[in-house]
């Protein structure tokens, strides 16, 4: 029962029992053999396993074990087969067992080898039905030392490596991990880091560009700024040939070195040692120096899903057996030869910003990343892998309900939150009233506070109610040069000059408040008479900052944002906005090397939002910052695109991360005039998102009726039950060619024993979508109907021929040109046969938010509404012909519109039971 013991030429490999769950059905089945473990000198490695009867996990309900677990460190590996099948490809087309119960089993190796001493491995596996998640933890009781660097690439500051002298058309350049170099020429002398450059060479592969680095004519700062970068591998630096172009003197940061091309001019360098691992284990280019688990080598067919880059966590995809990317978060490998095909999904547990994940066509695997200069005693970080099938957006939100659950996240906030429940007005960058922009004439059109209050005056003229106005960069004092950063978060008097408690108490609205980044000379800064320490950014030019930028240490962030934020709910704050996350992050050194330092900083800011009572919204957010919200509790939204966020289907990828990870998305501000991409498919686009929704027009030009679409009488926001995400198809091989198809679901607030409805949006795509292609899966037993949406009227209004709007789903054929939306609503047939086709003015016709209850008899269905005292409330009825047999029902009769007006309580219902 203890398992079997082998020893090596020079180790002893042995299991011992564990208890596990005694939910799982006992079998007696061993789980481990023992066998598939390569031994190095001088290290002993222990593995532990659950095995025997009663409590045991039967292998034949678990293919996940029949995968290998790698182990690496400093140029050792170990491969552990933890069947002791010798299975050697992590092949997602494998068959996938369905799981009833859950249960955990762990796995430890201990490390007392000289290099890693006294590194603790640790694999914890639960089950969930349908899934597999399992938390590989990696601990280091005695710390690392990292003293051999060449073996590993660059960790950071002052460790060097070789350059590759066999390479042809190139110089060198050496810069400091820490940037600051000084050299001239084509090669930098400062004894720390060296790059191979190679002259009139560009690197163009899709999505390679973490960021850009503006103003820089020296390669060695390149160099600088992609050491410091851990997910950086290679650089271009645009040259002389670009004169006069915006993006000339820009250095781009790559995370891979695909795409190479000749450009006149151009210099592009890449680091050694960020490449395969010589054994042709995964690549542990720009995230890793040390990493457990390691899985490959990538089955051919495997493809690839990933969020990485600089800002807006955007997406990557394609074949994984030829792909090179580091630092993404999460890694989605799914089947790519057919729909909705098995996979897995591996990223960090915690530890989010000192370790990371890379993707070759070697494999995938975790680890600590080379920006972390040493590992303290007692350090540890940990990675989760799930595994199911269902393709990849089920996947993907079976992941993000593990971890928000072993991390006990509580998203309760999004839920009161004015900010992701009621409608608001916006002022940010691409809104009419972008007054940063307006420097140094921010009144040209009249005073913030006096326009804001005639903006107020209209909307609610106009039966609209904004909830909160967000104010930008511009309502505190800062400074536009050399840096933009905040000098003191206090409203600026000749802008508001009875101050935003007066304008917030004579709305009756809270404030949304930006911040950003803090400049070196803030009034807070203890040197500069205020009462916290703040650390000085890396003097890197990056366009926004130019290098002149603090932040708060971490270990006093919660002490500073409580200060800030009681002063902000002073000013009628009721929503903190910060952002430039990824600078807030990138540009710290001890964020970047320090493990556990930026969680810190973060987590103060949440704690001191929780405690004032206000929510926090994520913008220019990693990835890694989006996982690391699990761990949160008021972060109730992100931005998922660029600024204005047109066309609204560009953060489609981000808001699948976002959905998987309990976030309200983003898209940015509204217009609710203007053609496509604004107009009505901005208001689509933000509504769909289940985030906010900012109007964002010029005083007297909105558009009640398109404003009206998103929301109740009352500003209450009518949203789905999760945000529209991209159907699968746009990430398989020969899917989705061109143009963007979401899906999202919707439903009453009491959904117990109710289908879900579904919305599919779409733009620029002709296409067929599938029963198989929405999620959650709908009931096999229950039929549906679609409709088309026309804004018009059309086919479904009251008194039409039901069956010239409804027809029955076999799938749904999507056509929808470039510059318009269209939405195709699938409504399920009830009990009865009826079918509610929902509010006819309304984005999302059967939204949580307005209907509480739905009921059905043979004679009658009953819809609880609930919205503003007085409200008038119509919806749409029809019915069809019932199919006991399985087959497809057919719409009868014409459909039906009841209303009712709203009592004071604000709940009524609605009962349709005749034509």
Known sequence: RGGPTRTGATGEISASAQGLSPSVPVSGATVWEGGGVTLFPNYTYTATFGVGAPNSVNTSQSQLHSGWYGFRCDGLAVELNATGHTIQKLDTRAPHPTLGASSSATVTLVSTGPTCVGTRLTATFTYYPETESVVFAHAFPDGVARTNASTRGTLGRGTTVASDASATDQTSATAHARGGVRASGSSAHTGTTTCTLQNNVDFHGPNNDIRFIANVTDPGVCCAACVSEPRCVAFSLMGSADAGKSWAKRCYLKSNTQGRGASPTHVSGTIPGRGPSPWGHPVLPASQASAFPLFGPVAEGTQFLTWNGDQFFPAQWGPASTASVSGGAPYVLFDGSVPHGDGVVLSTYDEHFTAGCDLSQHGVGCGVTVAVPSIAKGYSCASVVTRGGGGVTNLTMAWGAALQKAHNTSRAMTTTDVVTTKLGYWTDNQAYYDWYHWFPNVSREGKPQNVLLAIDAELTSKNLTAHYYQLDAYWYKLEIKPACCVVDWTAVSDQFPQGLEWLSNKLGKSMMLYTDTFCNDTIYRRSDGGNWTFMDADPVHISWFDGYVANVAPEESYSFYTALMQRGKQQGMGAFEIDFLNYNFALFPRFREEPGAHAQWLKGMDDAAADIGVSIQYC???????????????????????????????????????????????????????????????????????????????????????????????????????????????????????????????????????????????????????????????????????????????????????????????????????????????????????????????????????????????DAVTVWVKGAPNEEVAFLFARTTESPLGDKAHAVGNVASRSLTLPPSGVGQITFSDY
């Open 620 to 858: 220019m957010t990693l990835p890694q910052q989006m996982l690391n919200s699990v761990t949160l509790q008021t972060v109730t939204s992100s931005r998922v695109s660029g600024d204005g966020g047109r066309p609204y289907f560009h953060g489609g990828p981000g808001q699948l991360l976002a959905a998987a990870l309990g976030v309200r998305p983003f898209k940015d501000n509204a217009w609710t005039t203007g053609v496509f991409p604004k107009g009505l498919a901005d208001i689509v686009g933000s509504v769909l998102t289940m985030g906010p929704v900012g109007l964002a027009d010029a005083l007297n030009t909105t558009n009640a009726t398109v404003a009206a679409t998103a929301c109740a009488r009352d500003g209450t926001l009518l949203h789905p039950s999760r945000p529209a995400t991209p159907i699968d198809a746009t990430f398989l091989p020969g899917g989705l060619e061109k143009g963007s198809v979401m899906v999202a679901h919707f439903g009453p607030t009491d959904s117990t024993g109710t289908p879900p409805w579904y919305v599919v949006v779409a733009t620029g795509a002709t296409t067929s979508v599938a029963r198989s292609d929405l999620w959650p899966a709908p009931p096999t037993q229950t039929d549906y109907m679609w409709f088309r949406k026309d804004w018009n009227g059309g086919a479904c209004i009251d008194g039409a021929p039901a069956s010239q709007c409804l027809t029955p789903m076999a799938t749904v054929p999507v056509t929808a040109e470039s510059s318009a939306v269209e939405l195709y609503y699938i409504a399920p047939v009830l009990p009865g046969g009826w079918v509610v086709l929902g509010e006819p003015g309304k984005v999302v016709p059967v939204s949580f938010a307005r209907v509480a209850n739905i009921s059905t008899t043979t």
